[in-house]
T-cell receptor, first 109, second 114 residues
Framework: KQEVTQIPAALSVPEGENLVLNCSFTDSAIYNLQWFRQDPGKGLTSLLL?????REQTSGRLNASLDKSSGRSTLYIAASQPGDSATYLC????????FGTGTRLKVLA | KAGVTQTPRYLIKTRGQQVTLSCSPISGHRSVSWYQQTPGQGLQFLFEYFSETQRNKGNFPGRFSGRQFSNSRSEMNVSTLELGDSALYLC?????????????FGPGTRLTVL
């Protein structure tokens, strides 16, 4: 059974810091991995999608990597801003999404 | 292009009642999936519909059911509501049912069961 864990569960950083969010999974048989952002009480916004054959994807200040052999993905956020404050979720795609536990990020001005 | 829309956005029901939630996918999308999000269990997959057929189903009791119409709009029904059904219900649509298709999520329906 696939299990997805995100560490840390919560993170508070000053504005401008570079930070790394981690996502670990137990079964490397995945089709793709997607990082989402969720603002309080809202739906999910897709940030980056990494196909299983890819190693990383970049969008603006965000970079996501995927290492299937070690069962890990990281989301790197450069020069964090208060507007980045949200919960970040990683999700593994099989026939359904299996979501991680999430990291609550707070960027302090 | 309009995003995924869900109605209603907020709903309050009492135990034992039933509820129907609606999801309108992005125009042209034929696949709709439903998820339940609770503080304790996180995000869990309910079911997926493609071209009016249920393709996959999560591990939820039979009180949770859904359907998809010919215009790809989908409804989810929960009968005999329990307190534990209080959650944010998210709908997601994708163009096809391929595992590489990106799903786009709606804002959710917040259901409170009293």
């Amino acid at each position: 059974k696939q299990e997805v864990t995100q560490i840390p569960a919560a993170l508070s950083v000053p504005e401008g810091e570079n930070l790394v969010l981690n996502c670990s999974f137990t079964d490397s048989a995945i089709y793709n991995l997607q990082w989402f952002r969720q603002d309080p009480g809202k739906g999910l916004t897709s940030l980056l999608l990494i196909q299983s054959s890819q190693r990383e994807q970049t969008s603006g200040r965000l970079n996501a990597s995927l290492d299937k052999s070690s069962g890990r993905s990281t989301l790197y956020i450069a020069a964090s801003q208060p507007g980045d404050s949200a919960t970040y979720l990683c999700a593994l795609r099989g026939y359904k999404y299996i979501f991680g536990t999430g990291t609550r990020l707070k960027v302090l001005a | 292009k309009a995003g995924v829309t869900q109605t209603p956005r907020y709903l309050i029901k009492t135990r034992g009642q039933q509820v129907t939630l609606s999801c309108s996918p992005i125009s042209g999308h034929r696949s709709v999936s439903w998820y339940q999000q609770t503080p304790g269990q996180g995000l869990q997959f309910l079911f997926e519909y493609f071209s009016e057929t249920q393709r996959n189903k999560g591990n939820f009791p039979g009180r949770f059911s859904g359907r998809q119409f010919s215009n790809s709009r989908s409804e989810m029904n929960v009968s005999t509501l329990e307190l534990g059904d209080s959650a944010l219900y998210l709908c997601a649509s994708s163009f096809g049912s391929s595992l590489t298709d990106t799903q786009y999520f709606g804002p959710g329906t917040r259901l409170t069961v009293l």
